[in-house]
T-cell receptor, first 115, second 115 residues
Framework: GAGVSQSPSNKVTEKGKDVELRCDPI?????LYWYRQRLGQGLEFLIY????????KSGLPSDRFSAERTGESVSTLTIQRTQQEDSAVYLC?????????????FGNGTRLTVT | GNSVTQMEGPVTLSEEAFLTINCTYT??????LFWYVQYPGEGLQLLLK?????DKGSNKGFEATYRKETTSFHLEKGSVQVSDSAVYFC??????????????FGKGTKLSVKP
């Protein structure tokens, strides 16, 4: 597609439920990143994929968070047993070019609200 | 470790005023430096970048110079417009382990320009 697509754009869930967030990167982009942006805060790195593997998952805040990527394309971020502190905008970005200083292309994010 | 510190907002200016948003960084190795912008209701997008010391990135009238001696990458614009109202994020990227590198962000500075 023309850009990075994320779905849903908004998600309201009850505390304790599981949620899945989806990211469709730009076609051909091998690197894919997930970030979290809490209200009034900066971007917090969660996980990075190179192809289908995740060389850096150091930002995942707890074992309730997991992510996978298949076909070097779509990625899903899963949050189990959601807590109110999980409320945030979850941003996905992809990068091509093969160079570490290539720019990231961001989706519009999924706004997650845990009630 | 690697980190980015940028001036806290919000910043409110009148149209045609001069803008400076300060950004300093700490990094191992030789980072590339970026400014990203998030307009209301839109995703983050790259504004400008610089990949080595003394490089100047520029776009849409904005400029930033990579200063290794002061570890800074301050964003400037000589005459802001109402349409520049947005949140601005300073970021750095350092290659590691042969990967495409992570992007580490500052907390963001919200700019409001009044007519």
């Amino acid at each position: 597609g023309a850009g990075v697509s994320q779905s849903p754009s908004n998600k309201v869930t009850e505390k304790g439920k599981d949620v899945e967030l989806r990211c469709d990167p730009i076609s051909g982009h091998t690197a894919l990143y997930w970030y979290r942006q809490r209200l009034g805060q900066g971007l917090e790195f969660l996980i990075y994929f190179q192809g289908n593997s995740a060389p850096d998952k150091s930002g995942l805040p707890s074992d309730r968070f997991s992510a996978e990527r298949t076909g070097e394309s779509v990625s899903t971020l899963t949050i189990q047993r959601t807590q109110q502190e999980d409320s945030a905008v979850y941003l996905c970005a992809s990068k091509g070019g093969g160079r570490y200083n290539s720019p990231l292309h961001f989706g519009n994010g999924t706004r997650l609200t845990v009630t | 470790g690697n980190s980015v510190t940028q001036m806290e907002g919000p910043v409110t200016l009148s149209e045609e005023a001069f803008l400076t948003i300060n950004c300093t960084y700490t990094a191992t190795g030789y980072p590339s430096l970026f400014w990203y912008v998030q307009y209301p209701g839109e995703g983050l997008q790259l504004l400008l970048k610089a990949t080595k010391a003394d490089d100047k990135g520029s776009n849409k009238g904005f400029e930033a110079t990579y200063r290794k001696e002061t570890t800074s990458f301050h964003l400037e614009k000589g005459s802001v417009q109402v349409s520049d109202s947005a949140v601005y994020f300073c970021a750095l990227s350092v290659q590691y382990g042969g990967s495409q590198g992570n992007l580490i962000f500052g907390k963001g500075t919200k700019l409001s320009v009044k007519p």
